[in-house]
T-cell receptor, first 116, second 113 residues
């Protein structure tokens, strides 16, 4: 099956610093990647949809200047949390889709971000 | 917009059957997914329904009625490892929506011995 990796799996950073999370599709070309955030005991909340080579589409309430998304190639998307604050501490999950008629999204293992 | 409802929590006994209901109201519809998510892990795909009816896959079955905006996930012969959250997700349709998924709040299933 399709494999999506995320790096790092866990990161602890100080308030005010920036953190970059990578999402890679290892064995297929991902025309679309999605970024989700999940707080404890809550469901996944879509943050943004990213299509290769174009600007990401952000969901309402998600600050695009704070959560920078880059999808420069068909196998890599990055999410950068800029000037992180403790309230940004969360589980960030990406998923990838090959698009077209494919209906399935393949999820990465997630990145646990803790901002101190 | 999208609105997806499912129970918050369910408890069942090992070996039993549990049915998780999901109702949805969406502006577009291009399929309904069920995912399983263990605590601290990413979701894993269980099933996909785009036409009315029952899809069976081993111990798991999923049913869809598009006219009623209703689906259920049936878990048979429950095992302890089935303790997890089960997410009902609707795929929006159309180019503008970009086939994004809208997740329900998830149902936490606790399997007891």
């Amino acid at each position: 099956g399709a494999v999506v990796s995320q790096h790092p799996s866990r990161v602890i950073c100080k308030s005010g610093t920036s953190v970059k999370i990578e999402c890679r599709s290892l064995d297929f070309q991902a025309t679309t990647m999605f970024w989700y955030r999940q707080f404890p005991k809550q469901s996944l909340m879509l943050m943004a949809t990213s299509n290769e080579g174009s600007k990401a589409t952000y969901e309402q309430g998600v600050e695009k200047d704070k959560f920078l998304i880059n999808h420069a190639s068909l196998t890599l998307s990055t999410l950068t949390v800029t000037s992180a604050h403790p309230e940004d501490s969360s589980f960030y999950i990406c998923s990838a889709s090959s698009g077209g008629s494919s209906y399935e999204q393949y999820f990465g293992p997630g990145t646990r971000l803790t901002v101190t | 917009g999208q609105n997806i409802d499912q129970p918050t929590e369910m408890t069942a006994t090992e070996g039993a059957i549990v049915q998780i209901n999901c109702t949805y109201q969406t502006s577009g519809f291009n399929g309904l997914f069920w995912y399983q998510q263990h605590a601290g892990e990413a979701p894993t795909f269980l099933s996909y329904n785009v036409l009315d009816g029952l899809e069976e896959k081993g111990r798991f079955s999923s049913f869809l009625s598009r006219s009623k905006g209703y689906s259920y996930l049936l878990l048979k012969e429950l095992q302890m490892k089935d303790s997890a959250s089960y997410l009902c997700d609707v795929r929006d349709g159309g180019k503008a929506a970009g086939n994004k998924l809208t997740f329900g709040g998830g149902t936490r299933v606790l399997v007891k011995p």
